[in-house]
């Protein structure tokens, strides 16, 4: 019998003592996640206006809200129970491509409630839209776009999807790179590529789909049955509105390039966590179907660590230490969720030093071992 918190404000917590846990190893988890705090300048905004995505202007430049951040923060949850947190957990904050495995969490919504019949579907067949009316672009599958192998080719919110080409995910920011340049594109589902740009069409059609705004779904579907606060919000840019049945409706971003995306706290962060460890399912309410998550947790051929907007570690790739069935969603800074089936575990960590992250699944596993 798996316990779940009424609320996120009435969640019970473990004593480490009285479940023959290392009370002095989950300190130096503590400690290390403190002192091993992200590089990057606590005001966001300037990050942003400095160039860390290596984006100069006027392509980077910043349409959405940013706030600056606070101290580190952090939650270890077990068995569905508070073990351990720090920092500012109550604190909404920017979480950058988390979002992007939120946005995987509103598919899975259109999945069950049968918006999306098929992932193979091309997007074209199902929203009638410019953007998917090119000879490049009218293939383009569901699939291709949850899993970042879509090659779409345009502009969207003013941003050009060659912003994002050629990105490399394992450069330090501010780093000269071919980020930005031409590539020659491939046939949807033949390249993968961290583009978000590509991942800001998915949310754009996907709001279409819904024909109401993706935080409307978030809350009511998600959000709202799992007891979260009302603190969190998801923002798009000053230039991402539509209108929908006589509506302006607001598209928001699957990132924070140029500012918006999900502002959320740990807490939250830790309640959509074991949402997830528990696949889908809720105090009895099935609230995202097995069968879509088992899709979503399926490699994609092009990148084996990479699922439906969320990272795979089937082949270690992450972490030697976690299992291969961890999850992660994953946001610069270092942002991160991870889903721990083999311990029983959910770890939220917010502003750690990406070089850091695998010593810090060491010191949670060895919490365990």
Not at 287 to 306: F, W
């Amino acid at each position: 019998m798996f316990y779940y918190p009424d609320s996120v404000f009435d969640w019970e917590h473990l004593d480490p003592l009285g479940h023959l846990l290392d009370r002095a190893k989950l300190e130096e988890v503590i400690s290390f996640a403190k002192t091993n705090e992200s590089k990057m300048d606590r005001d966001i905004g300037r990050a942003l206006e400095g160039g860390h995505f290596s984006e100069p202007l006027p392509e980077g430049e910043v349409i959405g809200p940013t706030e600056p951040r606070k101290d580190p923060s952090g939650i270890i949850v077990h068995k569905g129970k508070i073990l351990s947190q720090w920092g500012p957990v109550e604190r909404a904050e920017m979480t950058f491509s988390v979002a992007k495995s939120y946005l995987a969490l509103c598919v899975g919504i259109a999945f069950d409630q049968g918006l999306i019949r098929d992932f193979d579907q091309t997007v074209e067949s199902v929203i009638d839209d410019e953007l998917f009316k090119t000879d490049q672009n009218n293939q383009i599958t569901w699939a291709h776009l949850l899993n970042q192998t879509s090659e779409w080719e345009g502009e969207l919110w003013g941003k050009k999807d060659l912003i994002d080409r050629n990105r490399d995910l394992n450069l330090p920011p501010n780093t000269p790179s071919k980020k930005g340049t031409h590539r020659d594109l491939k046939k949807p589902g033949e390249y993968w590529e961290y583009n978000d740009v590509r991942v800001n069409v998915l949310s754009y059609v996907l709001m279409k789909l819904f024909r109401k705004p993706l935080p409307e779904v978030l809350k009511k579907e998600i959000m709202e049955p799992l007891g979260a606060s009302d603190t969190w919000r998801w923002e798009g840019y000053k230039n991402s509105y539509i209108e929908i049945d006589g509506q302006m409706l607001q598209s928001v971003s699957g990132g924070a390039h140029w500012g918006g995306g999900l502002f959320i706290s740990s807490l939250d962060h830790a309640l959509v966590g074991l949402l997830m460890l528990r696949e889908g399912e809720w105090n009895g309410q099935q609230i995202l179907s097995k069968t879509y998550l088992e899709m979503l947790k399926k490699p994609c051929e092009k990148n084996p660590d990479y699922g439906f907007l969320w990272w795979l570690n089937q082949r270690k790739g992450f972490s030697r230490y976690s299992s291969e069935k961890a999850l992660f969603a994953f946001g610069v800074g270092r942002n991160l969720i991870w889903i721990e089936p083999e311990y029983d575990l959910v770890v939220v960590v917010r502003w750690l030093e990406k070089d850091s992250f695998e010593e810090l699944t060491n010191k949670v596993v060895s919490v365990f071992i």
